[in-house]
C-alpha cells in the first residue's frame, strides 16, 4: 500500500523560510514533487525532481525554493526560502511509480502553508 506522509507546514513571515518532507512508501517513484493550492486556485506544479536528479521548477517559485530527494528513503524536501504572501496554499506531495509504462500518481494529505504577518 502506497503512503505519503507530509510534514513541515505552518506559519511564517514574509521572507522566512520553510522545509516540509514527504516520505514515501510502498512502491518505488520515479518523479516526486510539490503542488500547491491556493483557495479558489486550481492546483498548480511548485517542482519536481526525478529519481536521476533532474529538477523542475514553476517559474513563481525560481532562485526562492529547491525540492531535493533522499532515493534511499524514499523522501522528497522542498527548502522554501525568502517566502512571499503569494506562496500561502496547501502543499500536496506527489509521487509518480511508472508500471509497465503506465503512470500512477500517488498524493499526500496536503500541508498548509501560510505567509502572513
Known amino acids: 500500500q502506497v503512503q505519503l506522509v507530509e510534514s513541515g507546514g505552518g506559519l511564517v513571515q514574509p521572507g522566512g523560510s520553510l522545509r516540509l518532507s514527504c516520505a514515501a512508501s510502498g512502491s518505488i517513484f520515479n518523479r516526486m514533487g510539490w503542488y500547491r493550492q491556493a483557495p479558489g486556485k486550481e492546483r498548480e506544479l511548485v517542482a519536481s525532481i526525478t529519481r536521476g536528479g533532474i529538477t523542475n521548477y514553476a517559474d513563481s517559485v525560481k532562485g526562492r525554493f529547491t525540492i531535493s530527494r533522499d532515493n534511499a528513503k524514499n523522501t522528497v524536501y522542498l527548502q522554501m526560502n525568502s517566502l512571499k504572501p503569494e506562496d500561502t496554499a496547501v502543499y500536496y506531495c506527489?509521487?509518480?511509480?511508472?508500471?509497465?509504462?503506465?503512470?500512477?500518481?500517488?498524493w499526500g494529505q496536503g500541508t498548509q502553508v501560510t505567509v502572513s504577518l
Open positions: 506527489n509521487a509518480d511509480s511508472w508500471v509497465a509504462g503506465t503512470i500512477f500518481p500517488y
